[in-house]
Nanobody
Framework: QVQLIESGGGSVQAGGSLRLSCAAS????????MGWFRQAPGKEREFVAV????????NYADSVKGRFTCSRDNVKNTVSLQMNRLKPEDTAVYYC????????????WGQGTQVTVSS
């Protein structure tokens, strides 16, 4: 089992920044690719970003590319999402998730943290 706890959410005006963090515990953190997802009210959960086990490669949804940066620290067992130039449409509950090597689905999920961007 991997336990994931997100933090850093809050309310910000459009154009502002927030940094989300996700602390992992339970198993060897570097064995897992880590992802960020979000779910807005009335919408399905959507992919935001993923980072490989080493942190060497990241991928982003087109909607956040160039504004969000995902990073990880395999010593501190954390993954972060730096969100800049936030837009009202970024308002959602943000979740971090862990995926074992060789798996296509994310197996472990945090409880989520709310991000609200006002115009």
């Amino acid at each position: 089992q991997v336990q994931l706890i997100e933090s850093g959410g809050g309310s910000v005006q459009a154009g502002g920044s927030l940094r989300l963090s996700c602390a992992a515990s339970g198993r060897t953190f570097s064995n897992y690719a880590m992802g960020w997802f979000r779910q807005a009210p009335g919408k399905e959960r959507e992919f935001v970003a993923v980072i490989t086990r080493s942190g060497g490669t990241t991928n982003y949804a087109d909607s956040v590319k160039g504004r969000f940066t995902c990073s990880r620290d395999n010593v501190k067992n954390t993954v972060s999402l730096q969100m800049n130039r936030l837009k009202p449409e970024d308002t959602a509950v943000y979740y971090c998730a862990a995926r074992s090597d060789g798996y296509s689905n994310f197996e472990y999920w945090g409880q989520g943290t709310q991000v609200t961007v006002s115009s």
